[in-house]
């Protein structure tokens, strides 16, 4: 039950940091409600829905706690957070680096290291893959895919 | 009379080439990720938004709508053949579909599966047919109070019927409003919650959100263990099903067609919740309600039947109210509203084309859904083979670039990035993704309705309760709110999610 007050203390600070948001828009009047009206109302529900579930915390039942538990149960949390990570770097590389090789990049630590593909196997997916994004995306749907240092 | 010419409307649109292709592509794709596990309608919608932006707005909501209901088919055949649904809405079908299988009678199963999500979907876009003009004219006699109550009570049904806690529902109902009113406020033109960064002051986009929430977080679920895969080896013969299987099956087909439809119509029903409740009632109903759970072929037609007519009755309130009833529907209002198009009651006037031309591909995607489902059931049986290893890599990559082109910005990937990992923590701490999204939607129209009946009222809360179908919704909403915490209700309703989740 300890992620049940973990995760409602979370919701409860947004909700309140949402209220004092809505404050310093401006709530208006009930004439004329202003900008902060509806996020303060819905900050204010946030925080008293979080309550609920910090206090039905501690009267937990049998059942919910074992379903609860299971979720959590043999988390694999290092592939999950190589996959964000990745995520991450393809984000902070893409404009510097261009759309080939931050794809190519990416998709080839995917399937060699997180995948652990052979290497014939990761070139025949990875030329595919990018082929045919390549063509979707810039020849037929015109998107300006960046182009980076190295040109394309 | 009228009948007709909607009818020649629409189908003088939805024969158009462009049309028929995009249509094609949409259950092509959608049953192409009903049987591929790791995906569903949404997070493929989400994805598939961007690609929408190009094409004309009556073709994007074809091959959207297509994908919906094409995964409905899709998903009974991992459901038959490998004991997991490919998607939400195909859980029940594992139960009997499976069973039948493993006696050698696959074939049978799929060809029901088929006919009656043919038969069904047929009767769902007649009923769509049928009953849009009359709620449209209904709809346009609501005036603000009417809607913000109405949004209210649409709120109350989804996360009443959340699988997970009811608080936990409400909450995110909440943050999705928040996330809603990001970007300028289209009544004073103050930036909120923007913090500085341009980018924000359009607000946050539906797709980086819908694609974050329910793809990439799906993506980081799915890694953390290993999917097996297993396939029936047996060969599939026999897909037209015979005589005595048509006689126990046409009663529940049209059962479930009914009862299907109508959940699809209420806010939060959609087509799981219309497969349970079908399969509920053949079991009950039944002469031989024993033979449930070990291959009864009604087991497999009703819900079948009645995923795919919820999946046409959902269109309903979204096509005449301009309201989602589910998170599909929030994400075709996403993109209908990309195009400046606003669904509601005067929809069916100001853009007859795009409604009755939606309705009538409909038919046609049922037709080409025969086919793809029943003479091409190899080519998605190997496609059963390809392992998620291979699958994931490339929809993530799909996520990336497609999140990238809606404004060739940075921004936008990141906004992905971090409601992936939220989604993924929310699934991890139990909860749901779905009444945030629809509620992100609906936080604009539910501001604007809000505001302007406080402004109609004088700042009186009262013309709410003066108006009497806002009245009603109200009273509907906090009667459902009441019941949640009767000791007797509560525990009802668990139990109902409790033997829901047991089936999954």
Redesign the interface.
Known sequence: MQAERVGSLFWFAVGLISMYGSTRLGLGTLREPGSGFLPFLAGCFIALMAILVLLQSFTPKKEARAKLAALWEGVNWHRPLIISLLILGFILALESLGFIPTSFFLLLILFRWVEKFPWRKVLIVLLLTLGSTYLLFDIFLKASLPRGILGF | MEFFANFITGFSVALQPINLMFCFLGVFIGTLIGVLPGIGPVGTMAILLP?TY?IPPTTAIIMLAGIYYGAQYGGSTTSILVNIPGEAASVVTTLDGYQMALKGRAGPALGIAAFGSFIAGTIGVIGLQLLAPPLVAVALRFGPPEYSSLMILGFVILTYLAQK?M??A??MA??G??LG?IGL?T??G?P??TFGIPELLDGVGLAPLAMGLFG?SE???N???KIKQELLTTKIKGLFPTREDWRRAIGAILRGSGSGFFLGILPGGGAVLGSFVSYALEKRISKHPEEFGKGAIEGVAAPEAANNCAAQGAFIPLLTLGIPSNVVMAILLGALMIHNITPGPMLVKEHPQLFWGVISSMYMGNIMLLVLNLPLIGLWVQLLRVPY??LF??I???C??GA??IN?S?ID??IM?LC??VG?LM?????EPAPLVLAYVL?PM??NA??QS??LS????GIFMVRPISAGCLVVAAGLLFSSLLPRIRQKREKIV?KA?EDE
């Open positions: 690609v190009g806690s608080a936990k409400l909450m909440g943050v409003i928040i009113t406020d009544m004073t103050m909120r919650f990439i993506i980081l679920l890694v953390e263990k290893a291979i890599p490339l993530l990559y799909i990336l670039i990238y082109v060739n940075v990937v990141t990035l992936g990992v993924y699934r991890k701490f139990e909860y936080a539910l501001e809000l505001r406080l402004i004088g700042g009186s809360f409790a989740k």
